[in-house]
């Protein structure tokens, strides 16, 4: 009889382990490359284009356009800036940390946005013809995040926008400093970037509630499109009281939130092949095919010391 029942103990933990080890979550989300990008600096956004994807740096002096086979790239530097310089001084970097495209009046633009977390110069947003990459402008829209500010009822020191995307036609940005949501239609928004007192567009907004590693919550640094209801977002979590200086990294998830619903659908943490969580503060992310039931990213982290790291993953769609 004790032999039966300790039969019974052993083959019901072998299926118990056996079922966990099917939902780990590494199997839901899979670095299927990694590499260093040495003369790309601090990449905190990521957009692709077709076969190429478009990366901007919170201290690069230029955009990048970046092979997504062989991971060649070249330069386009910004207006006003030394074309040999290759990052800005902490001081005046315009601290763009997210970009999306934008297609008005029969152009696509990247659009990137800096992180409004200091005035003068990271409140301003930069506007990059992709068919003609001279016709660029950096523009201040320093009364634009101050009335954003005022509407979401969130002060300069909970202010941080690390993350844009489109979802119909609405473009879409969030707030790291409160993981808040914000969006407003594109359209309205580049009359309002272009044309002298064109009015501030409508905007809805809400919270997001994300996930935690050791009790702290993570924030939102990147998010794409999987459609118009579904975002992919990247957020990470640093071992830190105030969320505004940098701490070690614990984490970064990767994870789909649905706007309809407001609240995370599955959220993953980035694990080496190892299984052990990758301690990097991943900064943007972006799709670059889907088939069915599985998603291929690209997704960068910035390095901090000049350089960057890329991953490519795959995601198993729940």
Known sequence: MHMKIYLYIITLITFLTGSCRENHPTEMLIIEEEKLLDSIPSASGIVTDGDSAWVVGDDATGVYRLNLTSYEHRKIPLEGFAAQQYRLPKPVKHDFECANLVSWNNKQYLVAFGSGSMAPFRDSVLLFNTADTSDQQIISIEPFYKTLQQLTSADSTQWNIEGSTMAGDSLLLCNRGNNTIISFK?????????????????????????????????????????????????????????WVKDGPILGSFIGIYSLKQKKVLASHLLRNKQGAIAKEKVESIDIVSKQAGTVTCIAVADNDNGTSRLFRLKLILP
């Open 186 to 242: 594109a359209d309205s928004f580049m009359h309002y970037l272009l044309f002298a007192g064109a009015p501030v567009p409508a905007i809805d907004f809400h919270r997001a509630t994300l996930p935690q590693i050791e009790g702290k919550e993570a924030r939102l640094s990147g998010i794409c499109t999987l459609n118009d209801n579904l975002l992919l977002f990247s957020a990470s979590v640093e071992d830190t009281p105030n």
